[in-house]
């Protein structure tokens, strides 16, 4: 009896860590897309990621740089005030998209330009998305305390 005790344990641990792995691989599988890591354009601009690789990009958007191509298509710049990375983007803006605001964009950097696939703007007149609040600030640059990061 005392043996099948011990039997009956082992089998359960070894099958919660096959569960446990299991879902681990699963989330690992799924995580390429869902996982998404923020960066300045300065960090761009010094260490360039892959092109295969998703990530976000923010900063504010570049006094003069917005251009409206044919159809839905946008080039405008991102910049921390330190440096600045074209950005391409096809698709309907956010209404409270322009130049000298904040912006946060996704997408993949291609042969030096990033190619957005989705753009998030201010909500209202004090937005600043958080990462782009914590980049301006770790470069020395005054953000306005009133304005309100973003929650998630």
């Given at each position: 009896m005392k043996g099948l005790k011990k039997t009956r344990r082992i089998q359960i641990i070894v099958l919660a860590?096959?569960?446990?792995?299991?879902s681990f691989a699963a989330f690992y599988y799924a995580a390429p897309d869902a996982l998404q890591y923020f960066r300045s354009p300065t960090e761009v601009a010094e260490k360039a990621p892959g092109p295969a690789e998703t990530f976000r990009i923010g900063g504010l958007v570049e006094e003069g740089s917005l251009v409206r191509g044919?159809?839905?298509?946008?080039t405008f710049s991102v910049t921390d005030t330190n440096k600045s990375i074209p950005?391409?983007?096809e698709g309907v803006?956010?209404?409270?998209?322009?130049?000298?605001?904040?912006v946060v964009a996704t997408g993949k950097l291609i042969d030096g330009t990033f190619v957005a696939s989705e753009i998030l703007a201010k909500h209202d007149e004090t937005y600043?998305?958080?990462?782009v609040i914590d980049s301006l600030k770790a470069q020395g640059i005054?953000?306005?305390?009133?304005?309100a990061p973003a929650t998630n």
């Amino acid at each position: 009896m005392k043996g099948l005790k011990k039997t009956r344990r082992i089998q359960i641990i070894v099958l919660a860590a096959v569960a446990m792995a299991a879902s681990f691989a699963a989330f690992y599988y799924a995580a390429p897309d869902a996982l998404q890591y923020f960066r300045s354009p300065t960090e761009v601009a010094e260490k360039a990621p892959g092109p295969a690789e998703t990530f976000r990009i923010g900063g504010l958007v570049e006094e003069g740089s917005l251009v409206r191509g044919q159809g839905a298509a946008i080039t405008f710049s991102v910049t921390d005030t330190n440096k600045s990375i074209p950005v391409r983007y096809e698709g309907v803006l956010p209404d409270l998209f322009g130049e000298g605001e904040g912006v946060v964009a996704t997408g993949k950097l291609i042969d030096g330009t990033f190619v957005a696939s989705e753009i998030l703007a201010k909500h209202d007149e004090t937005y600043m998305p958080k990462e782009v609040i914590d980049s301006l600030k770790a470069q020395g640059i005054y953000v306005d305390p009133n304005a309100a990061p973003a929650t998630n």
